[in-house]
């Protein structure tokens, strides 16, 4: 048909079908995409162009476009399919326009493969949902807010982070509610405001119950039109553990290092004092306790045996004593220490031992526990100047699994400030000249050498709590 010359070179495949639906033309992009030569397609009924399930209907639809044919487009709002020669079937839209003709009424029908299309919205849907499962089974947390704090999304990870049920209820949140100082938010805003990502940084968060966590936080700045910032899409790791971990490797190479130095110098001092010892013995067994100088011979007698529990200590301190460790029942350990207990102790201060039986056995050298409950009746008897208990209990730890020491004094407690730093080395809450800070010291290189961990709890004039853990044997 010369009037439908110029449709040849269309893009797309267009038929021209009369009111019973035959086809009277098809342009070369129809046998291409319909896989039929043209003059198979010619007088050939549309019907047999779309699948065999919908024909019936599409026959229907046909006949009541014709009724009132109109200029329309089809497939934007449901999917449709061409048939081809050999069964295949493939995505169209349809463009339908009416044409008057001599003949009668004609439509034309422009169609378009829409294959490329659909594989690549598929390949998107398939990103898309890779994507989404990938930030949801995260294990760090993945969130993205507006500059204001709004939380547009957040991953499952971010909500266990930080201690919430509900994905919803963080949603309902500002992100600076998260920060332990709202202000350090504002200034990571305008510190990165001009960046297109951040940097990995740490910052101080809280969980729902107010527990405050180290995060380490790192992502991109998302921008509006004109290139300003307009939602920030982050990653969140609580890095709390890993902080922590790192402390103590910090505080252990200290006391590593403290402790060799105190070693050198406890060796060279306990030498000094196996002399000067040795020496007033001598001279003490020549006089009479009526010489004027036995006093003062006792007294410096005295002083040198409490210099040898200084030593003692920083032989401890200093690991010089490896010890070795049996399996030893805690019970029966303390009581045979009740009579040493309470020769320690002063006129005032009452000890108490107490027992619950029966328990598993410890791994830990006698000598080393002895040293271990010693020094902390020193310690409490140095807290209770004016009287008071001291309270040494067994017991077993609430999991079962490990044997408990408590020591427990009235004294006038430790302030909390100072808690931190009650194991350090040298550090000592008496006045000057009272003592030199390696008692409690060496009671924690102690426990630490035999398995064990050592906490402690105090307040201000309502005493201290001493809790050691050892694992059962």
């Not at 010369?2 to 342009?27: C, H, Q, W």
């Not at 009132?68 to 081809?84: I, K, Q, V, Y």
């Amino acid at each position: 048909m010369k009037d439908f010359e110029l449709l040849e070179s269309a893009p797309d495949a267009m038929l021209i079908a009369n009111g019973d639906g035959r086809v009277v033309f098809a342009n070369r992009q129809a046998e291409h995409l319909f896989g039929y030569a043209r003059h198979e397609l010619l007088s050939q009924s549309v019907d047999t162009l779309v699948p065999l399930r919908v024909r019936a209907a599409h026959r229907r639809h046909r006949q009541t476009y014709m009724t009132a044919a109109r200029t329309r487009s089809m497939g934007a709002a449901f999917d449709l399919f061409a048939c081809r020669k050999d069964g295949t079937e493939i995505p169209v839209e349809i463009s339908l326009s009416p044409l008057d003709s001599k003949d009668g009424p004609l439509v034309v029908a422009a169609v378009r493969d829409i294959s490329d299309r659909k594989r690549a919205e598929q390949a998107l849907r398939d990103s898309e949902s890779r994507y989404a499962s990938l930030v949801r089974g995260a294990t760090y947390g993945i969130y993205r807010t507006t500059l204001d704090g709004r939380f547009l999304d957040v991953n499952p990870a971010l909500v266990s982070m930080l201690g919430y049920s509900h994905e919803a209820d963080l949603l309902d949140l500002n992100a600076a509610e998260m920060y332990v100082d709202a202000g350090d938010r504002v200034r990571l805003i305008e510190r990165y405001r001009t960046s297109h990502i951040v940097p990995p940084i740490e910052a101080q968060w809280k969980r729902r119950d107010g527990r405050p966590i180290v995060v380490r936080l790192s992502g991109r700045i998302l921008r509006n039109e004109v290139g300003g910032p307009n939602a920030f899409e982050m990653i969140a790791e609580d890095v709390t553990d890993r902080r922590i971990a790192e402390e103590r490797l910090r505080t252990a190479e200290k006391l590593e290092a403290v402790a060799r130095l105190t070693a050198g110098v406890a060796h060279n001092f306990n030498n000094l004092l196996a002399v000067l010892v040795g020496s007033l013995e001598l001279i003490r067994a020549q006089i009479t306790p009526e010489s004027p100088v036995h006093h003062d011979l006792v007294n410096a007698l005295d002083a040198a045996r409490k210099a040898s529990v200084v030593v003692k200590n920083m032989l401890e301190f200093g690991k010089e004593a490896e010890g070795s460790p049996v399996p030893l029942d805690l019970n029966q350990a303390l009581e045979a220490l009740a009579p040493l207990l309470n020769s320690w102790g002063m006129e005032n201060i009452s000890v108490v031992v107490q027992t619950t039986a029966p328990l598993p056995k410890v791994l830990i050298d006698p000598t080393q526990l002895e040293a271990i409950v010693v020094s902390l009746l020193v310690n409490a008897r140095d807290a209770m100047p004016n009287g008071g208990t001291f309270t040494i209990a067994s017991s077993l730890d609430p999991t079962g699994d490990r044997v408990r020491l408590t020591a427990t004094d009235t004294g006038a407690g430790i302030d909390e400030a100072v808690l931190p730093r009650i194991f350090d080395p040298f550090f000592t809450t008496r006045e000057l000249g009272q003592g030199v800070g390696l008692g409690l010291s060496a009671v924690h290189g102690l426990v630490k050498r035999s398995g064990g961990t050592i906490t402690v709890q105090s307040q201000r004039n309502r005493g201290t709590v001493f809790t050691i853990d050892w694992p059962a044997v």
